[in-house]
């Protein structure tokens, strides 16, 4: 079956522009998750969401939302982009809320120039 | 305060040789996950390990639970130039009720052929 997919893979945005990342769960996954991943900081959770609603938040500035589908599928959004904000982001899907066991997407690395 | 340390955040070996990388805190974790992360592409899972004093073995990868659930191991036996990666752990906090994974920094391994 379908691993977890998210587009653009690569992209590179300006300072103060915005960018939506999407991601697609793996088939009857319901929570997904995001993730912001820099060579310094490691893996920070941003948030995860399970039917539409967000059920966690890291501890990221407002800048950063997202969304869930109906059918599982993510978005999320920074805004008013900053050069700190360049980084690999991450999602993962689970069937279930709760940290439960999750799966990776490959990932859509933002350039912020 | 990194809930999961990692150690060597660092570990560059011949192929052939053996090698452990270790997760440890000071909590107690329902269950323990390990990762493998290339170069571009997003985290793997390798293994769940749950119960205390649990063992795993995934082909020359041995993955130990400390018996009271606040560490973990990964042993690579005659390690290959395949094995290059970067090496997560991460865990549910015992209790945490609906938190999401909590993530080491990582173990960055490079085996030179």
Redesign the interface.
């Known amino acids: 079956k379908a691993g977890?997919t998210?587009t653009p893979r690569y992209l590179i945005k300006t300072r103060g522009q915005q960018v939506t990342l999407s991601c697609s769960p793996i088939s009857g996954h319901r929570s997904v998750?995001w993730?912001q991943q820099t060579p310094g900081q490691?893996?920070q959770?941003l948030f995860?969401y399970f039917s539409e609603t967000q059920?966690?938040k890291?501890n990221f500035p407002g800048r950063f939302s997202g969304r869930q589908f109906s059918n599982s599928r993510s978005e999320m959004n920074v805004s008013t982009l900053e050069l700190g904000d360049s980084a690999l982001y991450?999602c993962?899907s689970s069937r279930d809320?709760?940290?439960?066991?999750?799966?990776?997407?490959?990932?859509s690395?933002l350039t912020v120039v | 305060t990194q809930l999961l340390e990692q150690s060597p955040q660092f570990l560059s070996i011949q192929e052939g040789e053996n090698l452990t990388v270790y997760c440890n805190s000071s909590s107690v974790f329902?269950s323990l996950?390990w990762?493998r992360q290339e170069p571009?592409?997003?985290?793997?899972?390798l293994v769940?390990v749950v119960t205390g004093g649990e063992v795993k073995k995934l082909k020359r990868l041995t993955f130990q639970f400390g018996d009271a659930r606040k560490d973990s191991s990964l042993h690579i036996t005659a390690a290959q130039p395949g094995d290059t990666g970067l090496y997560?752990c991460a865990g549910?906090p015992r209790f945490?009720?609906?938190?999401?994974?909590v993530?080491?920094?990582?173990t960055r391994l490079s085996v030179i052929a």
């Open positions: 977890v998210q998750s993730y490691g893996l959770f995860e059920r966690n890291g991450l993962a809320t709760g940290g439960n066991t999750i799966y990776f997407g490959e990932g690395w | 329902s996950q990762y571009g592409e997003g985290p793997v899972l769940t997560l549910t945490s009720g609906n938190t999401p994974l993530f080491g920094k990582g």
